[in-house]
């Protein structure tokens, strides 16, 4: 079964590994440290012997990466596989900001029924069924998501259960949160964040999240 290093160690840009399978464009491996679209969070940008990755996506517990044609990668064979940092240290700053207000919009408007998330390198979002729009409630979320952050708490990343791939997070303070994504070491790396309130259609509420050093939202 694929080891997933990034589990293991989020932060490994660069891994040694071997060639599972090849099958055309489609190539597994017996490691990884690229990340695959899960749980909202996109795909890594990365290379696997040198060629790009040109996607990458879940089947089971594998992953499966698409590379351009003529990549001559053969089962066995040795392979140095690399990861596009910035872009995943941006994906992992927000994914984390987004647990972080999922969890306070849980604890302090629930119940309420998250419906969608998606994690982009420039902004993550979290949409809601709610009939009231969150406005009201916006500048208190961020100031108490902030303070989360600001506190520069321990988070606590391991598996629930090993042979299902299941893991989770945790933080002092919350319940422990079932996650398969890739996390931070501590609340402090997120930074500041800033919220936005999007309204995307009749009992639905969105809350982008953007990162206070990097573009911020477009007026
Ligand atoms: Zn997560």
Redesign the pocket.
């Known amino acids: 079964m694929l080891r997933k290093i990034f589990w293991e160690d989020p932060y490994l840009t660069h891994l040694d590994t071997e060639v599972a399978t090849v099958d055309g464009d489609a190539v597994t491996l017996a490691s990884t440290i690229i990340y695959a679209f899960s749980?909202g969070?996109e795909s890594d940008h990365g290379t696997i012997g040198g060629h790009d990755v040109l996607a990458a996506r879940k089947e089971g517990g594998d992953i499966i990466y698409t590379l351009p044609p003529a990549h001559g990668l053969a089962p066995g064979m040795k392979v140095a596989t690399t990861i596009d940092w910035e872009r995943r240290y941006r994906l992992m700053r927000l994914?984390?900001a987004a647990?972080i207000v999922l969890e306070i919009v849980y604890r302090d408007l629930g119940p309420i029924e998250k419906i969608g998330a998606h994690i982009a390198a420039d902004k993550a979002r979290i949409d809601f069924a709610r009939g009231a729009p969150v406005t009201p409630e916006l500048s208190a979320l961020s100031t108490r998501a902030n303070a989360v952050i600001a506190a520069d708490l321990p988070i606590t990343s391991a598996f629930s259960d090993e042979a299902g791939g299941r893991r989770f997070?945790q933080v002092p303070g919350f319940d422990p949160?079932p996650?398969?994504?890739t996390?931070l070491k501590r609340t402090g790396e997120v930074g500041a964040i800033t919220l936005k309130r999007r309204n995307i259609g009749k009992g639905k509420e969105r809350i982008e999240i953007f990162l206070a050093d990097l573009p911020g939202p477009a007026a």
């Open positions: 749980g969070q994914h984390f647990e997070w949160v996650c398969g994504g996390h």
